[in-house]
Structure formats: structure tokens, C-alpha cells
């Protein structure tokens, strides 16, 4: 496609030898159908799902990145590089024109988040049935019904702050390894983990017979600065229910003084109910990125 053409959308594309691909994004950002966050219609959006192809907020980013990058690879618009490759595939699709395909269908019983102080949980639900279950795609027969979304103001509280939960960024959790954990099979154990972080958890691959798993597996939570990252660890079992094996919790609050360091050691990985008890260790690695 030439230069001064225009694609489906009716937007401007312009070639990659005119504009760097933050120079693109940033023009894409700015046009009318991406000016609101394609979940809540926050204004001003500032960050992206890569392969979705859309512009999210910053309450919305946390979501998208808990469900891992399968299912949607976040960018900050501003924070992270971007090829051209990344930006033609959100030049492709746009907030207008995936809103019109996953938000065909939306019944009238469900309420869609509204803007940056929407309830958390109702956040979380919308956008995974939205992309995951895709509940509200398009279909043939269904009939259109628009979004319904109530502006609505959190609580105060007692100290007058607002009532509902923001993020102030990406934690990014690296499971490394495990080393020593105890034996719940008859030689051994089938050991994964779940994290948690607020009401956000992802869990990890199982590693089969071996008490020194190798996970090498990365997740990202968005982060209120306050909560701490909590590991279960379980032993995979076919004919029963799984066994607990140890929990780890990590305090995060060493970002609030060091927001960009980077922390990697070895944790220990405790009995629930005896905390003096040492069920291993696992290595992990941490980072985060602040969102303004």
C-alpha cells in the first residue's frame, strides 16, 4: 500500500520509512475510534494488547496481563519498544473495529466497566468473558446489543481515600526452580504451583516426578502496592484430590522504595499450617514496572 492511502479503517497509513513505530502508535492512539480504552471508555488510553490489537487503560492493562500472554500480550505505549509489526497489527484492527466483532452481543443483564474507579472484580469478569470466552462475540443470528456501562463513583472511606482498588504496576514473577521439596508420592512428587496476588492467580506447568523441579516460567500480576505475592505448592495426584506441599509468601514493598530493581534469590517454601517447618526452597526473580 502506498503512501497517503488509506486501509479499510479509514485510517492514514503511513509507510515505515516515514514514521518510527512509536511515531505510528502514537498517531494511532490519537485518532477518535482509539481515544477510550476498548474495555471501560477511559480516556486517554496508554497502553495496548498487541495481539488483540487494541488500546486499554492502565486498570484494564492489569487485567490483560494476568490472563498471560497468550491470551493477550500488553505493551505500555510509552514504556516499552514496539517493531512495526506490533503497530501494524493494532493499524489493522483498532478499538472501534474489535469492539464491533467481541462486544456484538452484550446482554442487557451485564454490566460493562466503566472508566478507571469500575469494581475490580466486575472488571475482571468483563474483559475475560470478553477475550477468553468470548461470550458477546458476533454470531450469526444473534442480534446487536450495545454495551451498558453505569458511571459510578467508589465509596469514600473512613480516611476519605476512594474505596476501590488501582494498580500502580506490573509485577513480572519469574518461577525459576524448586530444590528439596518433600516427597507426597511413594518416591517422589508431581509438584506445580499456584500465584496468587490480590484476587489475581496463575498457576505453573506440572513437572513429574522430581523433587528439584525447573520451571523457567514468567507471569505478570498488576500490583496495588500493598498485597504479596502468595506461591501454593501442590503434588499433582490422578486419583485424588492434589496435596498441599508448602507455601511461599513474598512481601513486594521493597518496589515503593527501589522501583527498578531487579530481585532474584532463593525463598523458602513453608508448611501452611507449621511455619517452622521447611517443605524446599524456590528460586524466583522479580521486576516491576511503575504505571502513571
Known amino acids: 500500500m502506498e503512501s497517503g492511502s488509506r486501509s479499510t479503517t479509514g485510517v492514514e497509513v503511513s509507510t515505515n520509512q516515514q514514521m518510527s513505530p512509536e511515531q505510528r502508535l502514537e498517531h494511532l492512539r490519537c485518532l477518535e ?16 494488547s ?5 488500546f486499554i487503560c492502565t486498570q484494564c492493562a492489569g487485567v490483560h ?19 512495526h509489526e506490533q503497530v501494524d497489527n493494532i493499524e489493522r484492527l483498532g478499538n472501534e473495529r474489535v469492539n464491533k466483532i467481541l462486544e456484538f452481543c452484550v446482554p442487557k443483564t451485564v454490566e460493562a466497566p466503566c472508566g478507571k474507579d469500575a ?24 442480534s446487536e446489543i450495545a ?3 453505569v458511571h459510578t463513583k467508589g465509596h469514600k472511606t473512613s480516611t476519605g ?19 528439596d521439596m518433600v516427597i507426597k508420592d511413594v518416591f517422589s512428587s508431581d509438584p506445580y504451583c499456584v500465584l496468587h496476588l490480590g484476587l489475581q492467580s496463575q498457576k505453573s506447568s506440572i513437572k513429574y516426578n522430581t523433587l528439584n523441579p525447573k520451571y523457567n516460567e514468567h507471569f505478570s500480576f498488576s500490583w496495588d502496592g500493598n498485597d504479596k505475592l502468595k ?9 485424588s484430590s492434589d496435596d498441599h506441599m508448602g507455601v511461599t509468601t513474598v512481601s513486594l514493598s521493597v518496589f515503593h522504595q527501589q522501583p527498578t530493581t531487579r530481585l532474584s534469590q532463593w525463598y523458602p517454601i513453608q508448611h501452611r499450617n507449621h511455619p517452622d517447618r521447611l517443605q524446599g526452597d524456590v528460586m524466583l526473580q522479580f521486576s516491576f514496572t511503575p504505571i502513571n
Open 147 to 149: 454495551a451498558h456501562r
Open 50 to 54: 498487541v495481539n488483540r490489537g487494541v
Open 65 to 83: 496481563r494476568s490472563m498471560g500472554v497468550g491470551v493477550s500480550f500488553v505493551l505500555s505505549c510509552s514504556l516499552d519498544d514496539w517493531t
Open 231 to 239: 506461591i501454593e505448592f501442590f503434588d499433582k495426584d490422578n486419583f
Open 33 to 48: 475510534i482509539n481515544k477510550l480504552c476498548a474495555d471501560c471508555e477511559e480516556p486517554d488510553p496508554t497502553w495496548a
Open 119 to 142: 469494581d475490580r472484580k466486575k472488571r475482571e469478569d468483563f474483559i475475560k468473558a470478553k477475550y477468553v470466552e468470548e461470550l458477546f462475540a458476533y454470531r450469526e443470528g444473534k
Open 161 to 179: 481515600s476512594v474505596g476501590m482498588v488501582e494498580f500502580i504496576g506490573i509485577v513480572d514473577v519469574y518461577l525459576i526452580a524448586c530444590r
